[in-house]
């Protein structure tokens, strides 16, 4: 082969190997791109199945948050003895029976809203406590104490009820 016939070959190929580039580059966006769409479809096709099992799932640990708020709980739940630590005891085995029963819920949220949430339990059980550490006797009594403690200071079940809410609108956004 001289050295013409090598330069005529190169020119027959040299239009054929950048069509194949050209063509493989195209292939490969263009797969990219399929992929891609495919994977959010597939996000948006779970996210209708999902979002309203999330959003039903908020609704319960707002509905949780609004019966645990220290104001609300000792009107709903009256005392059914005359002793203050029998209606202690009761009001938290209330907060702690509801928390029980929504326990499956935290798989719909965010860990951080499940720990805003686990929080103002335990805060609420704790104001609860430090009331019954009164010098009171009576249940009526330690419920006037409990509202009174809640006119004083923001119930912590509020603050936890504030953060689903902004969590909730976070996702429509």
Known sequence: MSGDEILQLFAYLLPAVV???VAFYFFRLHTKNEDGRRRF???KDSQKETLPIRLQ???RMALYLERIALNSLVVRVAPKTKSKNDYENLLINQIETEFEHNLSQQIY????CWSIIKTAKNATIQAIRSAGMSQTDSPDKLR??????TMEKQS???????YVKKEVSDLWS
Do not use: F, R
């Not at 949220?109 to 951080?112: A, H, L, N, R």
């Not at 912590?156 to 504030?162: G, I």
């Open 19 to 21: 069509t194949g580039v």
């Open 144 to 149: 006037e104490d409990i509202l009174n403690q």
């Open 156 to 162: 912590p079940s509020n603050a936890a009820l504030a």
């Open 57 to 59: 799932a908020y609704e």
């Open 41 to 43: 479809l597939l996000h």
């Open 109 to 112: 949220m965010t860990d951080e």
